[in-house]
């Protein structure tokens, strides 16, 4: 059974920093890609960032230059490292994970669809 708990969330001051991980079993974590999206209050799913064995990390445009995705195989864990947070980055912020198979070029867009595990969400909040 595929299992994903996200941990990290709090409550900080714009400008300030969080780091969520994601502590993945039950699969065979190269064969996967994990991702973090987010969704704010009213406001639909979207993409953060995403990790996989193939070509570069993914990252929403919001988000580049401000967070950075790292994984640790020996740990089946995924960081997201969260930096110069804004009001507007927060939201419940969810992992997920998507089969590698058929997918030769990894993972180009993030679409909630592609994702079919999914954790339970730790809530982020950036106070301004």
């Known amino acids: 059974e595929v299992q994903l708990v996200e941990s990290g969330g709090g409550l900080v001051q714009a400008g300030e920093s969080l780091r969520l991980s994601c502590a993945a079993s039950?699969?065979?974590?190269?064969?996967?890609?994990i991702g973090w999206f987010r969704q704010a209050p009213g406001k639909e799913r979207e993409g953060v960032s995403c990790?996989?064995?193939?070509?570069?990390?993914y990252y929403a445009d919001s988000v580049k230059g401000r967070f950075t995705i790292s994984s640790d195989n020996a740990k089946n864990t995924v960081y997201l490292q969260m930096n110069s947070l804004k009001p507007e980055d927060t939201g419940i912020y969810y992992c997920?994970?998507?089969?590698?198979?058929?997918?030769?070029?990894?993972?180009?867009?993030?679409?909630?669809?592609?994702?079919?595990?999914w954790g339970q969400g730790t809530q982020v909040t950036v106070s301004s």
């Open positions: 990790i996989s064995r193939i070509g570069r990390p």
């Open positions: 997920a994970a998507t089969s590698l198979m058929g997918r030769p070029l990894g993972i180009a867009v993030m679409l909630v669809a592609d994702f079919d595990s």
């Open positions: 039950g699969f065979t974590f190269d064969d996967y890609a």
